[in-house]
């Protein structure tokens, strides 16, 4: 049973560019959360999302970043006009969305560089 | 949000059951307590997790104290490879969001 899948793993990006970041779920999971890590700190929730619909985008940034989950293929975090402060490693996690509290599985990460 | 604490850093002996502590003394009675561990920046693995009582898998097993505000996770045998960031972790759960959320955690430093 493969496990969360993030591509690409590394993702260099000139200020000013688009960065598309995609996640597949594990088999079975329609629920998909994506988290940034800056340099030295821990995780931070960015968005939760279910097919089609977005749940929860409190710890987007108000501008350039944007997600979704469409009915087919991963979701995708996008996110516009790089700066370099957007350098972090990316990483999605997904639950099987079917009970309260469920346990959220993380993929391997997508680290972002912003030259 | 119940928040939690945690020793920045702790060392234990190959072979030697390690003791993971963590406080969480404003935690209400519907909150999950979780612990997910980093190895070296790769995604965070999940380990263990609980309500109220304690619990054991493969990987470890999760000692809740009666009054839910501490818990202990316990590694029973640390290898090598059990060398990472701990995190221990209050679910907030509200209106469908689950969002995890990460504090510094504990360095776990498995020495040979």
């Known amino acids: 049973n493969a496990g969360v899948m993030q591509n690409p793993r590394h993702l260099v990006r000139r200020r000013g560019q688009e960065a598309r970041l995609r996640c597949s779920p594990m088999k079975g999971h329609s629920h998909v959360y994506w988290y940034r890590q800056l340099p030295e700190e821990g995780l931070k929730f960015m968005v939760y999302?279910?097919?089609?619909?977005?749940?929860?985008e409190s710890g987007m940034p108000k501008e350039r970043f944007s997600a979704e989950f469409p009915k087919e293929g991963p979701s995708i975090l996008r996110i516009q006009q790089v700066v370099r402060g957007d350098s972090a490693a990316y990483f999605c996690?997904?639950?099987?969305?079917?009970?309260?509290?469920?346990?959220?599985?993380f993929g391997p990460g997508t680290r972002l560089l912003v030259l | 949000d119940a928040k939690t604490t945690q020793p920045t850093s702790m060392d234990c002996a190959e072979g030697r059951a390690a003791n993971l502590p963590c406080n969480h003394s404003?935690?209400?009675?519907?909150?999950?307590v979780y612990w997910y561990r980093q190895i070296h920046s790769q995604g965070p693995q999940y380990i263990i997790h609980?309500?109220?009582n304690n619990e054991t898998n493969e990987m470890a097993s999760l000692i809740i104290t009666e009054d839910r505000k501490s818990s202990t996770l316990i590694l029973p045998h640390a290898t090598l490879r059990d060398t990472a960031v701990y995190y221990c972790?209050?679910?907030?759960?509200?209106?469908?969001?689950?969002?995890?959320?990460f504090g510094k955690g504990t360095k776990l430093s498995v020495i040979p």
């Open positions: 972790i209050v679910l907030i759960a509200g209106a469908g969001s689950y969002q995890l959320t």
């Open positions: 609980g309500l109220k």
């Open positions: 999302l279910q097919k089609e619909n977005i749940i929860d």
């Open positions: 404003t935690i209400s009675g519907n909150e999950y």
């Open positions: 996690a997904s639950s099987p969305g079917t009970t309260r509290g469920e346990t959220q599985y």
